[in-house]
T-cell receptor, first 114, second 114 residues
Framework: NAGVTQTPKFQVLKTGQSMTLQCAQD?????MSWYRQDPGMGLRLIHY???????DQGEVPNGYNVSRSTTEDFPLRLLSAAPSQTSVYFC?????????????FGQGTRLTVV | GESVGLHLPTLSVQEGDNSIINCAYS??????FIWYKQESGKGPQFIID?????DKRQGQRVTVLLNKTVKHLSLQIAATQPGDSAVYFC?????????????FGQGTILTVHP
């Protein structure tokens, strides 16, 4: 049981490049979400999904796309990377009965956009 | 907009002391309040939650207090250990129609000195 797995762990992009951050969970959780963590800003919700085929925007969705074709996977796509997207990205999942409180986070992806 | 914030950004204690981490919240509609711990280089980890109709909840070495009158949340850690050193985030579930969306504060750095 690996929990929530994020890849890659580190990534450097040039401005304007696109890429996909991968997230997979093996706990059969219905809820999945993406957060970014910046110094002094805490964790901010980017996008979330309440089940396969259903996604919605969080607090800071601009510049990011998501899809949820399976229960297990929830990739985050950066369309055209900007230096403002330099951050640590965390994926999380929750069972629906605990979705109001308990999220299981991955180890994070540290992204630098130059 | 609604937000969750912390009074103190850092807290230093001696091993064996009790720690108290404070948090102010502004979203009166939240149903649940939560505490997470984040160790260096890792994703946040759920500690404990409390529902809005409660004022106290205890876990293993931790107690969460909720004062709705002054919109204040605190996390008490008994007999603090060096392994408790981490960043602690308070948060809530944003209540109402925002089911499943978690909102986090900026975090408090707890340092435990042996």
């Amino acid at each position: 049981n690996a929990g929530v797995t994020q890849t890659p762990k580190f990534q450097v992009l040039k401005t304007g490049q696109s890429m996909t951050l991968q997230c997979a969970q093996d706990m059969n959780h219905e809820y999945m979400s993406w957060y970014r963590q910046d110094p002094g800003m805490g964790l901010r919700l980017i996008h979330y999904s309440v089940g396969a085929g259903i996604t919605d925007q969080g607090e800071v969705p601009n510049g990011y796309n998501v899809s949820r074709s399976t229960t297990e996977d929830f990739p985050l796509r950066l369309l055209s990377a900007a230096p403002s997207q330099t951050s640590v990205y965390f994926c999380a999942s929750s069972p629906v009965v605990r979705a109001n409180t308990e999220a299981f986070f991955g180890q994070g992806t540290r992204l630098t956009v130059v | 907009g609604e937000s969750v914030g912390l009074h103190l950004p850092t807290l230093s204690v001696q091993e064996g002391d009790n720690s108290i981490i404070n948090c102010a919240y502004s979203n009166s509609a939240s149903d649940y309040f939560i505490w997470y711990k984040q160790e260096s280089g890792k994703g946040p980890q759920f500690i404990i939650d409390i529902r809005s109709n409660m004022d106290k909840r205890q876990g293993q070495r931790v107690t969460v207090l909720l004062n709705k009158t002054v919109k204040h949340l605190s996390l008490q850690i008994a007999a603090t250990q060096p392994g408790d050193s981490a960043v602690y985030f308070c948060g809530d579930n944003a209540g109402g129609t925002s089911y499943g969306k978690l909102t986090f504060g900026q975090g408090t750095i707890l340092t435990v000195h042996p």
